[in-house]
């Protein structure tokens, strides 16, 4: 199956600092990449949807301002977290769809997010 | 709002025995995606199936597409405890776009 990264797999930062997180398709182009957030023992909720070369689509109550999103090339989206508070603390995870018209989504592994 | 419904949340079972898990909607979806997810870790696909009535069988699993694809199930035989973790069943309404996920069924299978 095609593979997605994720960089870094996890990280700590202190409240009001902002963290990246990338992902990456490393063998297949992708003009949509996918950003999910997993609290623990639960299922994904989609957070946005990341379109390469225009403006992300933001799912309901997902502040855009705060979960800055930048789809610059068909391989890489990235994702900041702005002035990071605790409650900002969870498991992030994007994926990616191969072009030509597939159903399949892959998932990235994941970054752990801790904000104290 | 689309919605999928995913039973049991959560099923404990001994090495050896059968189970099923089953995920639920009142909405119609193009292709149905099983995942299983371990701790700490991304959901990994193991199964699209896109026609209604398709079944696709993974070795002991077998993955089941309702005819009005509005439901689908994913059926272990002779479950082991390597097939433990977190099963998602996720809808989508056409290639490339965003996913609809259940809620998530947590399988631990004891040795």
């Known amino acids: 199956g095609a593979v997605v990264s994720q960089h870094p797999s996890w990280v700590i930062c202190k409240s009001g600092t902002s963290v990246k997180i990338e992902c990456r398709s490393l063998?297949?182009?992708?003009?949509?990449m996918f950003w999910y957030r997993q609290f623990p023992k639960q299922s994904l909720m989609l957070m946005a949807t990341?379109?390469?070369?225009?403006?992300?689509?933001?799912e309901q109550g997902v502040e855009k301002d705060k979960f800055l999103i930048n789809h610059a090339s068909l391989t890489l989206s990235t994702l900041t977290v702005t002035s990071a508070h605790p409650e900002d603390s969870s498991f992030y995870i994007c994926?990616?769809?191969?072009?030509?018209?597939?159903?399949?989504?892959?998932f990235g592994p994941g970054t752990r997010l801790t904000v104290t | 709002t689309q919605l999928l419904e995913q039973s049991p949340q959560f099923l404990s079972i001994q090495e050896g025995e059968n189970l099923t898990v089953y995920c639920n909607s009142s909405s119609v979806f193009s292709s149905l995606q099983w995942y299983r997810q371990e701790p700490g870790e991304g959901p990994v696909l193991l199964v699209t199936v896109v026609t209604g009535g398709e079944v696709k069988k993974l070795k002991r699993l077998t993955f089941q597409f309702g005819d009005a694809r509005k439901d689908s199930s994913l059926h272990i035989t002779a479950a082991q405890p390597g097939d433990t973790g977190l099963y998602l069943c996720a809808g989508g309404k056409a290639a490339g776009n965003k996913l609809t996920f259940g809620g998530g069924t947590r399988v631990l299978v004891k040795p």
């Open positions: 990341s379109n390469e070369g225009s403006k992300a689509t933001y």
């Open positions: 994926s990616a769809s191969p072009p030509f018209e597939s159903y399949e989504q892959y």
């Open positions: 063998d297949f182009q992708a003009t949509t």
